[in-house]
């Protein structure tokens, strides 16, 4: 079968026909076709939740897919465990890296494999990691601690451990969300290098420039479905790949109506706080917003963002500067008392920190005012009218939900965003720190939540949104500020993405500026 | 009251604790906390009795004491991390489980005094002539204290050192990317939970055939498991600092028990040989010590911000949040 | 043995039907909790009952003896009560703590605790010998549940200030709390030498239904006392605690998750200190109670394990305090008519199995597991 669909004189190292996954409630891939040919990069491109990673994570066994053959090197496989995938050539770095924080380099690239049998010499291993990294041009140290590394280094560790299992096929799993500009140029061409050597990749992607500019073929999925398969990234143009992608003629974009700009709300002075680890995350940071204003924070993963927020809302320790809204200082006020000043934090995890899973949608709904009139009176609860505020916000928020006794943790992402959302713009918030609000949320989903984010700022908000989607930065914010190693390195109005993108490896915008003049 | 004999007994002692608290060591680092180290102990100590009683055969009886505590920790196994219930109440409700077992096996067995041999005891010859030293570790000791001796850099070597105890840290530390690495998560952490219960049937036993032999029901164990527990966090997973604790606690054990003995000390009188009722405080001090050293472990942990394994306690569900 | 190698050995041989384990993503019906604790309590019985028989003893006349010797008449059914109501109040303090996923297995100590507290109003003496005996009741409860609180303090301070494990430190609570009992019937409060108080005068006794004797004949013999009662009272109040008020809201939201109470600005450190302190209190209750209701006097022997029992019911119970007098009920009587079965270890072995049962049956409260017939493909 695989012969028919190649009909060219490049191997085809993986074909997938008819694969078929289902989940409780869910159809994640409907009889997928996808072929993948010796030395190329295959693009899977399509929107959040339109099935790009399930399929890959049936290839590389973590799944059984419910229906469909799989052939590897034209030998019929399904593999039952990521241990077989590899085996058989097939290795895959996941979005979320696959890293034991607290080991080095070496043991996360030697873990699981049959050597060394027992006693571990690491030193002799090191030397042999450094020697696959030259190859390929993947610079790291290899007795490092994975936490000690950047998040470009660990994904070069994460491409490492399958190289050096001998992988022939790399299954690249997003792997450009978490990094800057400059750093996506240097991956392309370590991918650029591996083709060369006959492996081959597939980039899952849903960022169409990505996809246009590294790949030589794209299969597109929408909604679990193949609306193309395998076509020459060449013989394509942005706006075809769009429409198969999304299914509808216009992409969607952001209508920002013109809005006042206001007083000043949110004035940070350099500002210090520590991470969890002790060490500094935020270092001497100052930015202001105002009314009306999204001011919007980019920055590489981990450089600060996520303590800059915690801090805002009173949750992480300021050790120096201070925090002013609306001309009252909150620095290190208990949360509480942010709240009510009209501080709101939609943080980055909503499972994690957003919601209380086992909960019901209106436990969840009156988190920030349990204790205030009508809902808290005095001692207690009051049962009617937390439930009536729960259905009010259930039906202004269009949350798909059963009952509102239903537990937060059984709603799609998208939904509990909404309950998140609904529950801190319903507070009347005079500003709104939003952390990577849409993160994992499919089309739709991120279309309403920015829409409620606009809205926002209509409303008079001031907005920080914290995202590393430059591209929703761009689109959504006034203004945008880069952080990098905890500090500001600069502001642009334009939205000038290669100012942005030098800034987020550590370049300081006067410096930028002076390069350009000279 | 002598020192070296308050030190030798102590190390003696402290053997039972060192087992049970490695055992859990094992367990823990593969992200299973079992709470339920006291029961798998009183099974260990009952069957090692039991057995030995039967065969007049301690080996037998130390071989029976460990399948047997491996085998009920297997019920924890299976509700932890098949049936992915919560760790600390399943580890409660192993200990009820386990005591009930072994109340119930262990019926008529206190009477058997006398008639069951145990465990050898000897001295090392040329170490025990090391002045002090050799008394206190290489002197008409119980054959399970030397074994300890060697058992604790092994165990450190295992963790630290070997291709297994790299697996075994990463299943506890990140079991979705040992998985996705081909590593049998589910598998590993069966037999950390199994090797727990060995070493925990190990420390029972120890007890039963050796440092205080005979089976007195619940009382045979009298909260040294719980304590192997709590010196885990202080030893912060580490097998070495778990070997000092848990030494350090049997000469606190011994000494509080010897304290009573002569009528002065360091050339004062001596309140609790003058007034033998305050000996109740002294019988509080282990459990209390045992506070302290959690008091110490802790702090020291939120300083240095060494963390528990962080999977423990986590059951792991392939394809869940974050793999 | 890796997945591979299991599809490998069993597919020559197939059943005739398949299992299906799928997450469940909607709230089970109402009844199926309940019904999955009755099913494990089941379960347990045919344990005891197979481990009974295996001794050579008859499972069946061993249960109708229990069932008897605790339901069989209203005299044995008041002794039942008397069993349950320092489970009630111990499977309360542990239902609270537990909501918060305050591991507080110390309900044993602060068990101990209440007792030495209500003892000290009548031996240090507190109040005097002839005080009138709702006095002596008020005062007796304040100080059981000081002490009980004290208890529960310490745990709880250690794990808001250090996060010192309060697993540990409540369990060594326990140990503690023996020795200190000991000191003062050995030592201090030594009835002539013996190792236990004197008896309290009758005014700083519970009332019991046989003091009602007189005026109605019925009562007479019957030992249930105005403990029942108090557990009856504190077991609304803290059902109406955990379900109405702003601060069992704060409880079940810590318990949920406790970074969203912190994000909510709810302060878990003083949260743990006040719930371990109440529900050390509760359980300081249970020791008063059992003191000034039924020994009236402080010896060593007062608690069959009250305090550890009162963690199993609580999880029967499902944390919810009402369901924790029907749980204590069943418990006092196995406590009560258990003590006669053979072997002795039979009744700690059935809650331990019914506690491993219960557990492992929430795994069908998560998960939908149908059987089909198998198709052929």
């Known amino acids: 079968m695989a012969k028919e669909i190649s009909g060219n004189e490049q191997l085809n190292v993986v074909s997938m026909l008819g694969v078929s996954k289902r989940f409780p409630g869910v159809i994640a891939n409907d009889h997928v076709d996808f072929v993948l040919r010796q030395g190329e990069v295959h693009a899977l491109l399509g929107e959040n939740g339109a099935g790009k990673s399930t399929l890959m994570n049936v290839l590389a066994g973590l799944y059984r897919s419910d229906g469909g053959t799989i052939e590897v090197n034209g030998k019929a496989a399904n593999f039952g465990s990521p241990r077989e995938a590899i085996e058989a050539g097939i290795g895959m770095v996941h979005q979320h890296f696959m890293l034991v924080p607290s080991q080095s380099v070496t043991e996360n690239v030697l873990l699981g494999l049959d050597e060394p049998r027992f006693r571990m010499n690491l030193s002799r291993y090191n030397k042999k990691i450094e020697e696959i990294a030259e190859q390929y041009g993947l610079h790291v140290d290899p007795a490092a601690k994975i936490w000690q590394l950047t998040v470009g280094e660990q994904q070069r560790v994460e491409i490492l451990k399958m190289l050096y299992r001998g992988a022939e096929v790399l299954i690249m799993d997003e792997p450009t969300a978490v990094l800057a500009p400059s750093e996506i140029e240097e991956l392309f061409k370590t991918l650029r290098s591996m083709t060369a050597q006959d492996k081959s990749i597939v980039f899952i992607s849903h960022k169409l420039h990505e996809v246009m500019e590294i790949s030589d073929r794209v299969t597109v999925l929408q909604k679990g479905k193949v609306t193309s398969s395998g076509i020459q990234t060449k013989d394509v143009t942005r706006a075809d790949l769009a429409r198969l992608m999304v299914g509808r003629e216009v992409v969607f974009r952001v209508e920002k109506k013109l809005v006042e700009i206001g007083d000043t709300v949110l004035s940070v002075k350099n500002l210090k706080a520590d991470n969890d680890k002790g060490l500094s995350a935020i270092n001497g940071v100052s930015l202001t917003v105002s009314q009306g204003e999204i001011v919007g924070l980019a920055g590489v993963a981990g450089n600060g963002q996520n303590e800059l927020a915690e801090t805002l809302a009173g949750l992480r320790e300021v050790l120096d500067g201070e925090i002013i809204v609306n001309d009252k200082d909150v620095t290190n006020n208990p949360v509480k008392k942010g709240i009510r000043q009209g501080i709101s934090l939609i943080p980055a995890d909503r499972t994690l920190v957003g919601t209380a899973p086992n909960l019901s949608v209106t436990d969840n709904m009156i988190m920030k005012n349990y204790d205030q009139e009508p809902i808290g009176q005095g001692w207690i609860v009051n049962s009617t009218e937390a439930n009536s505020y729960a259905s009010d916000l259930k039906e202004a928020y269009e949350i798909m939900v059963p009952t509102i006794e239903t537990s937060v943790r059984l709603l799609s992402g998208g939904n509990l965003q909404k309950v998140i959302l609904a529950r801190e713009i319903s507070s009347e918030p005079k500003l709104m720190v939003a952390v990577q609000p849409t993160r994992g949320l499919d089309v739709g989903a991120i279309e309403g939540v920015q829409k409620l984010i606009l809205a926002q700022r209509e409303a008079g908000a001031a907005i920080l949104l914290i995202s590393e989607e430059l591209d929703e930065l761009i689109s959504l914010s006034d203004r945008i500020y880069v952080i990098y190693e905890g500090e500001i390195m600069g502001q642009v109005d334009d939205g000038d993405i290669d100012k942005i993108g030098q800034m987020m490896m550590g370049a300081r915008l006067e410096h930028i500026e002076k390069e350009g003049v000279a | ?323 | 043995m890796t997945d591979a190698e299991m599809t490998k050995a069993t597919s020559g041989f197939k059943l005739p039907f398949v299992v299906n384990i799928e997450p469940r993503v909607d709230n089970p019906p109402k009844w199926y909790s309940p019904m999955l604790s009755v099913l494990a309590v089941v379960f347990a019985l045919l344990i005891g009952a197979l481990v009974i028989w295996l001794g050579g003893g008859n499972p069946w006349a061993a249960y109708s003896h229990i069932a008897r010797y605790s339901f069989g008449s209203v005299g044995v059914l008041s002794d039942t009560m008397v069993k349950a109501t320092p489970l009630m109040f111990t499977g309360l303090a542990c239902s609270l703590a537990f909501r918060m996923k305050l591991w507080n297995i110390g309900a044993e100590g602060q068990f101990f605790l209440g007792a030495y507290g209500a003892s000290l109003i009548v031996l240090l003496p507190v109040l005097p010998e002839d005080a009138p005996r709702w006095l002596f009741i008020i005062v007796m409860i304040v100080s059981g549940m000081l002490f009980g609180a004290l208890w529960g303090f310490v745990p709880g301070f250690l794990k808001a200030r250090f996060n010192v494990n309060e697993i540990i430190s409540t369990l060594m609570m326990n140990y503690i709390a023996i020795q200190w009992n000991n000191y003062f019937i050995y030592a201090v409060w030594s009835d002539h030498g013996f190792q236990l108080t004197r008896m309290f005068q009758r005014n700083a006794w519970l009332p019991r239904l046989s003091d009602l004797a007189e005026t109605m004949p019925f009562f007479r013999g019957l030992t249930t006392h105005m403990g029942l009662v108090f557990a009856l009272v504190a077991a609304i109040i803290l059902w109406w605690i955990l379900a109405k008020s702003r601060w069992g809201y704060e409880i079940r939201l810590i318990g949920d998750n406790p970074r969203a109470a912190e994000y909510a600005g709810i302060s878990i450190k003083r949260n743990i200190v006040l719930v371990m302190m109440l529900s050390g209190a509760l359980a300081g209750l249970a020791g008063m109670s059992e003191i000034t209701g039924v020994v009236h006097r402080l010896q060593e022997s007062i608690s069959p394990g009250y305090g550890f029992t009162g963690i199993i019911i609580a999880w029967l119970a499902k944390l919810n305090p009402i369901a924790v007098i029907l749980a204590s009920i069943l418990f006092g009587a196995l406590i009560l008519a258990g003590r006669e079965v053979q072997p002795a270890g039979i009744p700690t072995l059935i809650q331990g199995v019914i506690m491993v049962a219960l557990i492992a049956s929430d795994y069908f409260l998560r998960n939908r597991v149908t059987i089909t017939r198998r198709q052929e493909v």
Do not use: C
């Open chain 2, 1 to 323: 009251m002598d020192l070296i004999i308050i030190l030798a007994s102590g190390v003696a002692t402290g053997t039972v604790l060192l087992y049970a608290t490695v055992g859990e060591i094992f367990s823990e680092r593969s992200g299973v906390l079992n709470l339920g180290v006291e029961g798998m102990m009183l099974v260990g100590a009952m069957f090692a009795y039991k057995v030995t009683a039967a065969t007049q055969s301690p080996l037998l009886g130390l071989l029976a004491a460990m399948l047997a505590a491996g085998a009920v920790s297997q019920v924890h196994a299976f509700i932890t991390i098949t049936l992915q219930a919560d760790q600390v109440i399943s580890g409660l409700a192993l200990n009820f489980l386990a005591t009930g077992i072994s109340l119930v096996l262990g019926e008529g067995l206190t009477s058997l005094r006398d008639v069951v041999p145990q465990l050898p005891k000897f001295s090392i010859p040329v170490l025990s002539e090391i002045p002090w030293l050799g008394d206190i570790f290489f002197n008409n000791q119980s054959v399970m204290v030397y074994v300890g001796f060697i058992f604790i850099p092994l165990a450190w070597y295992y963790i630290n050192r070997t291709r297994p105890g790299m697996h075994l840290r990463a299943v506890g530390e990140y079991p979705a990317a040992a998985d996705t690495l081909g590593i049998g998560v589910y598998a590993l952490r069966y037999y950390y939970v199994f090797v727990g219960g060995l070493l925990a049937g190990l420390a029972g036993a120890t007890i039963s055939l050796s440092i205080s032999p005979g089976w007195f029901g619940a009382l045979t164990t009298s909260g040294q498991g719980w304590i192997a527990v709590g010196l885990v966090i202080f030893a912060q997973w580490n097998p070495i600092r778990a070997a000092f604790g848990a030494y350090t606690f049997g000469a606190l054990r011994r000494l509080v028990l010897d304290i009573q003995g002569p009528a002065t000390v360091l050339g004062l009188a001596n309140p609790f040989f003058y007034n033998s009722n305050l000996g109740f405080f002294l019988k509080m001090l282990p459990f209390a010590f045992t506070v302290v050293f959690l008091v110490i472990g802790s702090r020291e942990a939120m300083r240095k911000r060494v963390g528990t394994p962080a999977a423990l306690g986590l059951p792991y569900i392939r394809g869940q949040r974050g793999l």
